[in-house]
């Protein structure tokens, strides 16, 4: 239903723009009414892939709005048989199309692969996108193999940046280390990290790169590194130090304490080099630290800073925060690299560590990298307001768009093409052609006048989630009723309402969500506005009397919503009104939170500071989000100044004197 909605929206508007001299026009290529279905089919047909029926759906689908979409699933499918000339061919006839730069991204992969680098060179500067990092180091192993340019550093920066293992950058890497261009220390490091992050096949293809036998004892090694240890007496051979410096990296991702006692042993102090060493007490202090035990400090300790990941620094940070001991995390700020210090997370408290320490000009130091990031924008940017004496108000509107900016934007091509897709159920293909054509189609993406335009038509057709995403890319001006739409509005307040929860709140849950999109789908089963598993519906729909529920209504929005706000506040209520730790139990699960916000004994902390230590990543991001939202919903339904300091208040262990709750939220 909601895709039909879209679909007549978007034919009205269409259809109003078009001039009445057009109308003979329009008749002729009028889109039959089955072709939408022929075009789903074709999308089906390329997920598993089926060449022959896609071979033989697509002349039913010429002159459809989203032929370029059926005629790239039907080369792409068979792309690594394709001739050079259907790919020329398709290049030509769908110029200028998100089609045709996606198809040259997959073929720039498969001439890469083939090292067709004749081939590859004069296809690259015609591909817009730009944004695949495995065309990156296919084009610098091009750059290498055919100018003999000295690519090294960057090849070992997009290596080591990568979470999953591909052809393009191990190639490069293989071939610079085969020519002694690339120290085959990187090779390890990538080892490394694979263990670190638990994804040996990374470490495998990384070590099989010096030697394919070396690679078949990796099994062994992470499934019982223990073990591998305690057989292991000496290790003075690079190829032994770095098994076992591998080995304590597995250990510790377990064990951290087990680690720390292994790397103390007087053999590895000797036989370790400082480099090894530092390393593998960065992983065990960000083990620690993501586990907050007051012992990650000390581990850090052991180590050297220059020697360790980026990401085990900005786990010490984190573990400074923790600890109080804004020395250190002034000191472990400085050890980050340039582009780590440019995050607001790392300015914010940089600018705290200065002012808590009362360095040298400290006031001014602070006031201007707080100035840096204050805005409405982020978590760390309205809390940069508020340490400035600001508090966060909804920004003026931009100028009205005119009649011609709209009239473009619904003209685009690319967002026609996407809106369509989306209306017919194909969201995945279609926020693809919309974020392409918003952001990478033209250098440096959209003007924010077009942004804000683009926008306004997604609004008009409340194909709310484009309309956020384009309206959140604009640089120099904010228009709050893009960003932070109100829709439902009635419903929700009045949910909010008699449930007891800020109107607010829900909106800025509501919108990190779903992005408003009624039919939503989490990959682990949450549906819905709200984003409810199936087992919490249930259990709420019980605890709030509504008794005739049934498993398919939790999409329904009126359903999904009364069950939403219900668990939401029966979350808030069993943290004490804490939104920081609603919110994470909503995202992670009650059980979670409540460890998280520690057992007696522990500290009580800033809820910045316990927001900022939360050990899941999504978790971590999503509460900031969330507060960030609420606090500029609030701003924009009240038309007052806002506060996020007083929505995050303090975070600590459950009072002594405070029973735990008798029943286990789900």
Known sequence: MQFQVILTAIALALGLALPAAAASTKAKTRVKPDQDALITDMAEAYKKPDNKRLAALLPQVQGHVLEPWAAYWELSARLEDAKPAE???????????????????????QLGKRRDWTRFTAELPRYRMGDDVEVRCHALHAA????????????????????????????????????????????????????????????????????????????????????????????FRPKTR??????????????????????????????????????????????????????????????????????????????????????????????????????????????????????????????????????PRGFYEQLAMEELGQRISAPAAPAPLSEEELQAARDNEGLKRALHAIGIGLRTEGVREWNYSTNLHQRGGMSDRELLAAAAVACELHVWDRCINASERTRTVIDVSQRFPTPFKQEVQQRASSTGL???????????????????????????????MPATARWTARR????????????????????????????????????PLAAAAYNAGPSRSKVWRGQTG?????????????????????????????????????????????????VGPLGMDKPEPAEELP
Request: charged share 25%; with cysteine; hydrophobic share 40%.
């Open 87 to 109: 790919v020329e061919s398709f290049l030509s006839r769908y110029a200028g199309t998100y089609q045709e730069d996606r198809l040259r991204n997959d073929w720039l992969l």
């Open 144 to 235: 290498y193999a055919t100018s003999n340019e000295d690519v090294a550093a960057q090849v070992q920066e997009l290596w080591l940046a990568q979470r999953d293992p591909d052809d393009g950058c191990a190639a490069a890497a293989e071939r610079l280390i085969k020519d002694e261009k690339l120290d085959p220390m990187v090779a390890w490091r990538r080892a490394r990290l694979g263990f670190e992050f638990d994804k040996p096949r990374i470490a495998q293809q990384a070590i099989g790169l010096l030697n394919p036998d070396w690679a078949n004892g990796l099994n062994t090694l992470y499934t019982n590194p223990k073990r591998y240890l305690d057989e292991k007496l000496t290790a």
């Open 242 to 375: 770095e098994w076992v410096t591998l080995a304590m990296i597995r250990l510790a991702s377990s064990d951290p304490e087990a680690a720390a006692e292994e790397v103390s042993k007087l053999r590895w102090r000797a036989q370790l080099t400082q480099e090894e060493r530092s390393w593998v007490w960065g992983v065990i202090g960000k083990r620690a630290a993501r586990t907050l035990s007051d012992k990650a400090l000390s581990y850090y300790a052991n180590g050297q800073d220059m020697h360790m990941h980026s990401d085990h620094l900005v786990w010490k940070v984190r573990a400074a925060l923790r600890a109080n001991d804004w020395q250190q995390v002034h000191d472990s700020i400085a050890a980050l690299s340039e582009s780590q210090m440019r995050d607001p997370t790392w300015i914010y408290w940089r600018a705290r560590a200065l002012l808590a320490l009362q360095a040298t000009n400290a006031e001014l130091r602070a006031r201007t990298l707080l100035q840096s990031i204050a805005s």
């Open 502 to 532: 800020e109107p607010a709140f829900v909106y800025g849950l509501i919108r990190q969500e779903s992005r408003f999109i009624p039919d939503a789908k989490s990959g682990v089963g949450a549906a819905g506005l709200m984003q409810v």
């Open 544 to 579: 709030i009397g509504m008794n005739n529920f049934k498993p398919k209504q939790i999409t329904e929005r009126d359903t999904n919503i009364a069950i939403g706000t219900g668990y939401l506040k029966l979350v808030l209520d069993a943290f004490d009104g804490s939104m």
């Open 602 to 650: 522990d500290p009580v902390l800033e809820a910045a500071i316990w927001t900022e230590n939360i050990p899941f990543g999504e978790t971590r991001d999503y509460v900031k989000k969330v507060l960030a939202n609420t606090v500029n919903y609030a701003a924009v339904l009240t038309g007052e100044p806002q506060s996020l300091k007083a929505r995050l208040g303090f």
